[in-house]
Each structure stands twice: as C-alpha cells, then as structure tokens.
C-alpha cells in the first residue's frame, strides 16, 4: 500500500486510455496543501516498459504552480498501464509524494470492480455465527457482495436477506448453497439460484437416480467412474436451470487423500460444464497450491475455465480465513446477473492473502492480475471505511437499533457514490 494513500489523493484515480484527462492531486490534511504560487515538478511513469530504453511515457515531466492548494494538471495516458504520479517540490531530490492511477482500455474501463465471497458457510450447517451476522462481519471487512452457501441448506441464504428486507444495503447479499448429492464425494456451490437444488433429491431421491441413469444411459462420458461424472453433470444442469452459477468446488482439499482425482477434476475441467472453478479457498496453502498448479497445467493445455476465489469460510470471528480468500469480479452493474455473467466471461481473478495481510497474489489473466493489484492496493484500502461504518450498523440493526436502520438508508449509496468519484464516471 502507498505510504501516501491517506495523506494525499489523486481523482480520478481511473482513466481512460488513449483520451487526455485532467488531473487534481490535493492534500487530506490541511497543513499538507501544496503552497500557492510555488512551482512544483510533476514526474508520471508507466509501469509498462515499451521498449529497451523507454522506462516511462514521452513528455512525463511537467511543472506546475500550486493554485487552492492543489495541482491541476492535463495528461494523455498511451498504455493500459498503473501510472506512478511522483511530486517534487521545486529545488528538492527527494520527492514529496507518490501516488498511482490506472489507465484502461474502453471495455475494462467500463466495468466497477466488485469485491466477494462464493462460498460462505453459517450456523445453519457446520458455521459458527448466524447467517446475517455472517453478512454484516462481511460488509465490515469490505466485500460488496457474498452468498451464504450452507451444507445441503438453501434456506440461510434466504434467512441473510430476509433479515435485511426492510432496509437498503451497499452489499449485495445472494443465494446459495453447497450440494451434495447422494453417492457423490464432489462438492458443487449453488451461487446466486432461485431455487434449492439439494431439495430435489431430498424430496425425491428416485427421481435424482432416475435422471442420472439418464445421462449415462444417453450421453457418452469419457471417465470411467461413469456415476459420479453424471451426478454432477445433473448437479451442474440443476444450478444453470434456475439461474444461478454452478462451481466446482476444493478438489485438492486433503482429507487423507485429495477430495477428488486428478483424472476427474482434469475430466471437468475439459468438458466445461461447471461455470467456474474455485482456485483458492478457505484451505492450506499446500492445498490452494495444488490447485492452482494445476489450473495452470490445464492453461498450458489449452483449456481455460473461468475461476473465483473463496474462502470457503466458517466463521468471521477471531479466524484468519474469511477475509484472505476472495474474488474480484468486472461487472457492467452491480447485480447478481451482472457476477454471473461476468465471472462465465473470465472476468474475475482468485485473491489469496498471506497471514502476514501485506502479501497477497491474484490469479487470472496477466491483464486482470495488473489491474487487480492496483485496486488491492489503491481503490479497496479507501472504500474500506464506509464499509466499515456499514458493517458494524448492519449488526445493530439486527439487535434492533433503530437510529442504525436509518444510518444505513444514509449509507446505501455512499460507496456507489465514492466509486464515481474515484473512477471519474
């Protein structure tokens, strides 16, 4: 993180590639407001390093006198690159200040970063704290978005929201579950479905057989353990029927042996039936390890399924997981719909953060990765405060704090708001 970020800002802190913007760097505190009438030097470099030689873009050095405290100024960003802006007061080496923007191509600069969850557990199955709680400790932490995904439960999603219908929320709170189907040692999530699927068998396990003797009856399956592949074909198809999207969950998740064979996970993986993979979740790094090796291996093969972190979470409290495996998703809105349809068109990247909380690394495309690590480091640490203030409201609320329902009314656009600003539009 920028030893400047809560000293200095610079908006917006988005720009768009190839178009001139203008730019106001200006100081949080008042005794740090740049001094009217002194000249000072402005350097901007961009990361990317076009050619041998060429460590930063033409014309980058600038000078400029301060007018109300602040420096205005004009600049046309050529790459989609994160862009140092380095301050200099006049007559000085050492530079006063540094801060970042990023510029983007026109498709990604259209899309808002959301951060979430997909995979989150409650007291309803093997969690600790309630479903709602679960969601306010969330919003305190910063995510925009989670589904409550309990075990064989689609219920405590519906409990998340419903404790929350009478007031406006800046989260999104989303359906879910985790499914288990009978006979069936893989683990699917059920993001944002209107209905259960885990219902189906549990009102009609006959049915469920039925229609997996189906499958293998009438669709050629190139994996020998023939039962298994068409349970989650089934479970897939079930999730995708009403709405939702269907992960493929932990498959090197140890438990005396990896949860899942290599051979079924690579037979998966290649028929592309599940909407994402979840990369990083809530396990060791032995495990996450592994499975991102072998996202990896199968990129090197060609095949390339679109991916979500998670935590896999089972509590929010005095826990190391919750708040360290997570995804960022480029939507067009900020809509269930919007998730679904941006994470099936790989635009999401997998974030897992070390214990140390300064370390992190962000899978997906070298594009995503790159941009990804700018808001990690210069969008999400700002916008973390409001969320905060959310967060905490959202759980006394719950406790039946009336002041703290109309607070959230307040609050329900301020991160929307704080967007705009930060991104220009």
Same mark, same amino acid.
């Given at each position: ?36 009438? %002194? ?63 990023? #510029? ?15 995979? %989150? ?109 068409? #349970? ?34 690579? #037979? ?24 991102? &090796? ?34 960022? %998703?480029? %939507? ?17 990247? &997998?974030?897992?953060?070390?214990e140390d909380s300064v370390n992190y690394t962000v899978h997906g495309s070298y594009r995503l990765v790159s941009y990804a690590r700018f ?23 719950? +406790?039946?704090?009336?002041? &703290? ?16 600003? +930060?991104?220009?539009?």
């Amino acid at each position: 993180m920028q030893t400047h970020l809560y000293k200095y800002k610079i908006t917006p802190g988005i720009v768009e590639k190839g178009k001139k913007t203008r730019l106001t760097v200006s100081a949080l505190e008042p005794q740090l407001a740049f001094r009217d009438g %002194v000249e000072y030097k402005v350097e901007v470099w961009a990361l990317v390093r076009v050619t041998i030689g060429d460590y930063r873009s033409k014309n980058n050095e600038l000078r400029l006198p301060a007018e109300e405290g602040k420096l205005s100024f004009d600049f046309y960003f050529d790459l989609e690159s994160e862009y140092y802006i380095r301050v200099f007061e006049e007559g000085k080496k050492d530079r006063l200040l540094q801060l970042s923007v990023y #510029a983007l191509e026109e498709d990604l600069f259209n899309l808002r970063p959301l951060k979430g969850d997909f995979h %989150v557990h409650s007291c309803r199955s093997d969690g600790k704290e309630h479903p709602a709680v679960a969601a306010a400790n969330y919003r305190k932490a910063g995510f925009d978005f989670l589904a409550i995904t309990d075990h064989l439960r689609f219920f405590p999603s519906l409990e998340a929201i419903e404790a929350f219908k009478d007031v406006s929320l800046g989260m999104l709170i989303i359906t879910g579950e985790e499914v288990h189907t009978p006979e069936n040692y893989v683990h699917v999530v059920n993001f944002g479905g209107e209905s259960s699927v885990n219902e189906l068998f549990e009102d009609d396990c006959d049915e469920y057989y039925e229609e997996v003797e189906k499958i293998i009856d009438t669709e050629v399956i190139d994996y020998e353990d023939k039962f298994t592949y068409a #349970a989650n074909l089934w479970a897939a198809r079930k999730i995708q029927e009403r709405g939702g999207l269907a992960i493929f969950c932990h498959p090197h998740w140890l438990n005396d042996t990896y949860n899942v064979p290599d051979s079924l996970t690579r #037979a998966f993986l290649k028929a592309g039936f599940f909407d994402a993979f979840e990369l990083v979740g809530g396990n060791s790094a032995h495990e996450n390890n592994m499975q991102t &090796a072998f996202y990896y291996q199968m990129r090197s093969e060609g095949v390339n399924p679109p991916i979500v972190g998670a935590s896999d979470s089972h509590g929010t409290i005095n826990t190391k997981l919750f708040d360290r495996k997570f995804s960022l %998703v480029f %939507v067009a809105e900020k809509s269930k719909e919007s998730i679904i349809e941006a994470v099936k068109d790989h635009m999401s990247v &997998a974030v897992e953060v070390y214990e140390d909380s300064v370390n992190y690394t962000v899978h997906g495309s070298y594009r995503l990765v790159s941009y990804a690590r700018f808001l990690l480091e210069n969008y999400f640490p700002l916008v973390q405060k409001t969320c905060e203030e959310e967060g905490i409201l959202m759980r006394n609320f719950l +406790f039946g704090d009336e002041r &703290a329902g109309k607070r959230l009314e307040e609050l329900k656009n301020k991160t929307d708001e704080f967007y705009k600003e +930060f991104s220009g539009h």
